[in-house]
RNA sequence: GGGUAUUUAGCUCAGCUGGUUUAGAGCACUACCUUGACAGGGUAGGGGUCACAGGUUCGAAUCCUGUAAUACCCACCA
């Protein structure tokens, strides 16, 4: 036959790929026989294209779920996608105002009714991107955070939350567009780096009591007369003796108190703040512990309002009673200073006008009570994080716990579930009929016949926590009851929940993981998955994130296309340790592609050989008896790695094997002269390795692996790499293996010696060792033909004419009549005895030290004695050889 | 500002409970080789006072303290 030089990625992934899907292999229903092992994939968001992080994420989860796969496990990885409520209304509003359509001119029902087309339209790609990968999910289980069951299930949650007493409402600073006048979210809000000029003002305020001033710094102040205190710091010498004083507002000569507060920074300004916590989050936030009043003076539109006391304000635009209250304060006598000052200042996305913090009513859930048993469970390690670093972040956030504001002013989301009368009276309810039911017993003889619903939606976050536990249809009514889900008549979740690993983003440990884990416990009394293995960010080699922006993000499917669907796996896990970011650069995929075609070739090599009954030289035993208690050592360490979710190690153990292990050595040692045939028994071993080879190998690369599975012996089609059974670690002799590292340490020594003398190796050489070696003696075949040597023989003169190495304490001599340069000889020879006598100054230091003989354990004493030995005996076996040199 | 990490070869990183030759890998680099699997290859080689300063110890890349840089998360300056 004959097969290209090069693997061909593209002939083999499509055909693959589809049979695989086909023969259903990934598909997966609950057993009675097998052990379950489950991953849901963190859904990415539904519009979105495969980036580089969504790569190396659902690599990860791939190779996990491939293997368990062969470990003969029923495997279960559940696909979906995430509505994503602010990222996809965005792009929606985008692609609604190219259209020249502004979101603020349709109702809510025809803006969804296009976000929905859009959704039908671009939903789908990001999960045929992910088959490209070779991602092997169940697809018959994809699901979608909006579905209807799905909506249902948000919806049921927020319901038995709110009556579980874990929901309220209260007030929180949102921003606000007064332009737009709507809610804006924090990503809408943009500031500029260089922040913004403005006006730092000061401002005296009378004291009521006695005749003193007080002056504090503001930039806003037009907000003066919503001021419900002044607040020092506590520590603050110059100003204790005023807390507790009243002071006059200018202008409307309200009394407010002067308040001491931690918040207050002595060193800004004149270390006293105005406190109007209507118009600024920490002033809230301080009026909120003081007790204070809240008085709001501005308007929807950004106007002032009758608040403020002020006639001539009233209607007025907040910027413009800025300068007007300035030139008021000026002539009043209360402007005390003016300087420049650089601020950062929100504006808006949408029409680049001045955020205005604004308070409103918010939902929020209250996270103290209900995060108790999530906190102390990966404490326990009852689930545990990869790399375990990310415990003491967990638990930090954990314990700092702050409410979670789960409203979100937008459109595209499950719809807030609470139903409101004129009045403002509010019922939590499914549905609008039932809120109505509860409303008229809440409110018997009000003879309302018509609620109005809320108008937000819900946080994405307050949906895809539920994620684990509904992919599997645990909220259905049928198991979910009275706030608890009974699992017992749900197969599915019965068999795969809790799920083994979730594969994530270290930077959504809070946002999504934290809170998947609080549901698990509410509402399945169990943890959601038993580990959680946390990525790196990929970022370009500069360092970078990966951005739109910055343009520095690799085309997912060209790379594919490109290096092919194994050669990018293999290349992004290379140099991608568990929580470690991953610096891409598109030579880790041609790494990755190079391995994929060493591969091809080694099978090439193989495939090409004619066989024959013929006696089996003695070299191939020592080879095949070599090979195999490599390949169990290295098959044992390949376990470990896993256990420990060291992926990037696992492959790169396979690396070794496969480059080093089995083609530079195994294979060469074995490779029949050109043209001659190889004996039968090499033959059948070698393809049975191969065969294992290609079964460690798959989760990595599955296609590759999977053609040369079925190209390798005939065997029936149905008969997939992707389902055989997966190696177990068996025995190995340590011994040989050391043996053999020493035969080849002989070999590497003869080439080198072959590299600095200019000699061919095609010149047959001979080798002399003085003394009998037993691994010389059990590896002289091996060494021999990679070596090309005629004789290996034992002598007990050193010979001259000869360039000498040493191996251990074993003197080697390759005999080279009128080619040794004696003086280069020497000057190497001189090189290793330095080399060995600083080394055994550095074991004779220990050595001589007292403390360290009585201190140190006996055998680590031992050892260094036998170093010093070592080190002796090789001294006087390189002096001996000077003099011999003359 | 609070928290969590990181700092080892030109680059990316291993080095797990302190001792296992005077610190390893991959990539990059250098020299040589190459018509019989593979130049996307082979053989060999050079390259590091383990960020800095102290300390603990018989012994520190490894443990402790401090300093300096960097990254991420949270909170954000009137």
Same mark, same amino acid.
């Not at 946080?459 to 684990?468: E, H, I, N, R, V």
């Not at 946390?534 to 500069?542: A, I, S």
């Not at 190889?678 to 990595?700: G, N, R, V």
């Given at each position: ?10 002939? +083999? ?75 996809? /209304? ?124 007080? +002056? ?426 896993? +256990? ?23 294979? /060469? ?78 070999? +590497? ?82 090189? /290793? ?54």
């Amino acid at each position: 036959m004959s097969l290209s030089t090069k693997y061909n990625p593209a002939e +083999t992934e499509d055909k693959w790929y589809k049979y695989w899907m086909d023969q259903g292999f990934f598909h997966s229903e609950p057993s009675s026989d097998k052990e379950a092992f489950s991953i849901v994939i963190p859904p990415p968001n539904v519009t979105g294209v495969l980036h580089m992080g969504h790569m190396l994420n659902n690599t990860i989860q791939d190779v996990l779920i491939r293997k368990a796969r062969m470990e003969g496990k029923n495997a279960c990885w559940v696909p979906g996608t995430d509505h994503a409520s602010i990222a996809t /209304e965005a792009r929606v509003v985008a692609m609604l105002r190219e259209k020249g359509i502004k979101k603020s001119s349709l109702t809510r029902d025809e803006f969804l009714k296009y976000a929905w087309e859009w959704k039908e339209k671009y939903g789908g790609i990001i999960l045929e991107q992910l088959k490209k990968l070779g991602a092997s999910c169940d697809w018959e289980r994809t699901h979608f955070t909006m579905d209807p069951d799905y909506y249902k299930a948000v919806i049921k949650v927020f319901v038995d939350l709110y009556n579980k007493g874990y929901i309220y409402r209260g007030l929180r600073m949102i921003n606000w567009d007064c332009e737009a006048k709507t809610a804006l979210s924090n990503e809408e809000v943009l500031y500029k780096e260089e922040g913004e000029r403005s006006v730092l003002y000061s401002v005296r305020y009378k004291i009521k009591e006695k005749e003193e001033w007080v +002056t504090i710094a503001t930039q806003r102040p037009e907000t003066i007369m919503g001021d419900v205190a002044i607040a020092v710091n506590p520590t603050d010498e110059r100003y204790k003796h005023l807390v507790g004083k009243k002071v006059l507002v200018p202008f409307i000569n309200r009394e407010i108190p002067v308040i001491a507060d931690d918040y207050v920074d002595k060193t800004f300004g004149t270390g006293c703040l105005k406190v109007t916590p209507a118009h600024d989050v920490n002033d809230y936030e301080i009026g909120v512990r003081h007790n204070l009043p809240v008085i709001d003076t501005i308007n929807e539109d950004g106007t002032l309002n009758e608040k403020c006391e002020l006639p001539k304000f009233f209607g007025k635009d907040r910027f413009a009673v800025r300068k007007e209250i300035v030139k008021d304060l000026r002539e009043a006598g209360h402007l005390v200073k003016e300087e420049d000052f650089t601020t950062r200042i929100g504006r808006s996305e949408r029409t680049n006008s001045v955020v205005e913090p604004k308070l409103s009513l918010q939902w929020f859930v209250k996270m103290k009570e209900i995060s108790v048993r999530a906190k102390d469970s990966v404490e326990r390690d009852e689930i545990k994080l990869h790399p375990a670093k990310f415990k003491n972040t967990y638990r930090h956030w954990m314990e700092n716990v702050r409410d979670w504001c789960i409203s979100r002013q937008l459109w595209w989301g499950h719809r807030i579930p609470a139903w409101y009368d004129e009045a403002g009276n509010v019922v939590v309810a499914e549905t609008e009929a039932e809120a109505l039911k509860q409303y008229k017993i809440q409110h018997p003889g009000s003879g309302i016949q018509k609620l109005k619903q809320d108008v937000d939606v819900l946080d994405t976050w307050a949906s895809s926590w539920l994620w684990p536990i509904e992919v599997f249809k645990g909220f259905n009514e049928k198991y979910f009851k009275d706030g608890r889900i009974d699992r017992s008549q749900n197969a599915d979740l019965k068999y795969f929940y809790p799920t083994d690993v979730l594969v994530t983003a270290p930077e959504i440990l809070f946002f999504w993981v934290a809170r998947m884990i609080i549901a698990g416990y509410e509402y399945m009394d169990e943890k959601p998955f038993n580990d959680v293995y946390l990525t790196g960010v990929v970022r370009d080699k500069l360092g970078r994130k990966m951005s739109k922006s910055l343009g520095n993000s690799p085309d997912a499917l060209e790379l594919i296309g490109k290096y092919g669907a194994d050669g990018v796996r293999t290349g992004m896990l290379f140099s991608s340790a568990a929580g470690n970011d991953l610096l891409f650069d598109e030579k880790l995929c041609e790494q990755g592609r190079n391995f994929a075609n060493k591969i091809w070739n080694a099978f090439r090599l193989v495939k090409g050989w004619e066989v024959a009954k013929q006696p089996q030289p003695e070299e191939n035993k020592v080879a095949i008896e070599w090979f195999e208690s490599k390949l169990n050592q290295s098959i044992g360490e390949l376990e470990d790695h896993f +256990t420990k979710f060291r992926i990037s190690d696992a492959l790169h153990t396979l690396y070794k094997l496969v480059w080093d292990d089995f083609c530079s050595w195994y294979l /060469e040692i074995i490779k029949p002269e050109f043209g001659k045939p190889i004996d039968d028994a090499t033959y059948q071993k070698t393809i049975s390795f191969f065969e294992a080879i290609l079964k460690l190998l798959h989760p990595f690369m599955p296609f590759l692996t999977e053609e040369l599975w079925h190209e390798l012996i005939d065997r029936k089609k149905e008969d997939c790499l992707i389902i055989a059974e997966w190696l177990k670690p068996k025995a190995f002799n340590e011994k040989l293996i050391a043996h053999c590292e020493t035969g080849f340490e002989v070999v +590497t020594q003869i080439r080198n010696a072959r590299n600095s003398k200019g000699l061919s190796p095609k010149e047959s050489l001979s080798l002399s060792v003085n003394g009998v070696s037993k691994e010389v003696d059990q590896f002289a075949s091996v060494i021999k033909k990679l070596a090309n040597l005629k004789s290996i023989e034992a002598v007990s003169e050193k010979p001259t004419n000869a360039t000498s190495f040493l191996i251990g304490t074993r003197e080697f001599y390759i005999p080279l009549e009128g080619k040794v340069d004696a003086a280069k000889e020497k000057e190497d020879l001189r090189k /290793e005895l330095d080399y060995n006598k600083g080394f055994l100054a550095s074991v004779m230091k220990k050595l001589s030290n007292e403390k360290f003989v009585s201190g140190a354990k006996p055998e680590v004493v031992e050892i260094e004695r036998k170093k010093k030995a070592d080190a002796e005996s090789k001294i006087k076996s390189l002096e001996e050889r000077l003099t011999a040199l003359g």
